[in-house]
């Protein structure tokens, strides 16, 4: 199994990405998929899921700024992030929720200015 974080980059707040998870070995339509953030030293904590009934759920920080969905026909989960803040900064990942261990990629570096 592969998950392909990508889509990070630096922006100041205020502005907006797009990160895509390209899927490969599984389908992401069957399972529950969420984004994660890490911030360096801490733990990954989720901040978006989306159930394979296609239900959506955030953390209280991005709820009303970040938007999770899926496209079948890619086997890609994206997020969209809008209003970004300094405290988004971090590397996103993607994986199923429960998370697998052996599934985390290299995730992508989101870098938000004040």
């Known amino acids: 199994v592969q998950l392909q974080a990508s889509g990070g980059g630096s922006v100041q707040a205020g502005g907006s990405l797009r990160l895509s998870c390209a899927a490969s070995?599984?389908?992401?339509?069957?399972?529950?998929m969420a984004w994660y953030r890490q911030v360096s030293g801490k733990q990954r904590d989720m901040v978006a899921l989306?159930?394979?009934?296609?239900?959506?759920n955030y953390a209280d920080s991005v709820k009303g700024r970040f938007t999770i969905s899926r496209d079948n026909a890619k086997n890609t989960v994206w997020l969209q992030m809008n209003n970004l803040k300094p405290e988004d900064t971090g590397v996103y990942y993607c994986?199923?929720?429960?998370?697998?261990?052996?599934?985390w990629g290299q995730g992508t570096q989101v870098t938000v200015s004040s």
């Open positions: 989306i159930t394979s009934s296609g239900s959506t």
């Open positions: 994986n199923t929720i429960p998370s697998r261990r052996n599934w």
């Open positions: 070995g599984i389908i992401v339509r069957r399972d529950n």
